[in-house]
């Protein structure tokens, strides 16, 4: 059974930081593409952040610069270092795991973590 746990979400003040970590299990980690997701009441899910098995990282304009995406293979985890938050990057993030392998396409969710930027 594939799970995909984020945790370390929650509320700061702008200008604050937060580490949203994502723990997988029943899948192999090290193959997948990994990403962060998001979405802010009535606004569609936007990707904020890639990373590849190779470790190429890719970001959204809005958070280049604030966000760093990282990951773990020893740990099956994926990390989200988000600083300089600002009340814009509230929202619900979601963690994400998929793979192509041959004519199948692997995709799985985690349940998310909800990040409120709010003086």
């Known amino acids: 059974q594939v799970q995909l746990v984020e945790s370390g979400g929650g509320s700061v003040q702008p200008g604050g930081s937060l580490r949203l970590s994502c723990a997988t299990s029943g899948i192999i980690f090290s193959t997948y593409v990994m990403g962060w997701y998001r979405q802010a009441p009535g606004k569609q899910r936007e990707l904020v952040a890639g990373?590849?098995?190779?470790?190429?990282?890719n970001y959204a304009d809005s958070v280049k610069g604030r966000f760093t995406i990282s990951r773990d293979n020893a740990k099956n985890t994926v990390y989200l270092q988000m600083n300089s938050l600002k009340p814009e990057d509230t929202a619900v993030y979601y963690c994400?795991?998929?793979?192509?392998?041959?004519?199948?396409?692997?995709?799985?969710w985690g349940q998310g973590t909800q990040v409120t930027v709010s003086s």
């Open positions: 994400n795991a998929r793979r192509r392998h041959g004519f199948y396409d692997y995709d799985y």
């Open positions: 990373i590849t098995s190779g470790g190429v990282t």
